[in-house]
């Protein structure tokens, strides 16, 4: 997959991802590749500060939870009504974006 493709949609897969249920980093990746089938894999280096971007612009909110496997507490993440509210803008910009694109072929 064409890695600007992904950097480009990076917070509306976090989004998406998370608009069921909330998770922490390696939940929120596991469940991406899972859903994806692998095609979309997140690293460290992209996931935490788009995560923490997010979250400072308000669109989720996090909280130290414990793990249901147990261990130290993870920095779980879940979607505030302004990330319900951005996920659907966004949403609706990419559906619309993807009939110009199909326009064209």
Known sequence: MDRNLFKGNLDLILLSVLESEGGYGQDIAKRVS????????????????ALHRLEKAGFLSAAE?????GGPPVRTYTLTDAGHAELRRRRDSYRSFDAALRSLW
Request: proline letters at 10%; a neutral charge; zero cysteines.
């Open 34 to 49: 899972a859903v994806t089938e692998g095609h979309i894999t997140l690293n460290a280096g992209s996931l935490y500060p």
């Open 65 to 69: 939870t414990t793990p249901a496997r």
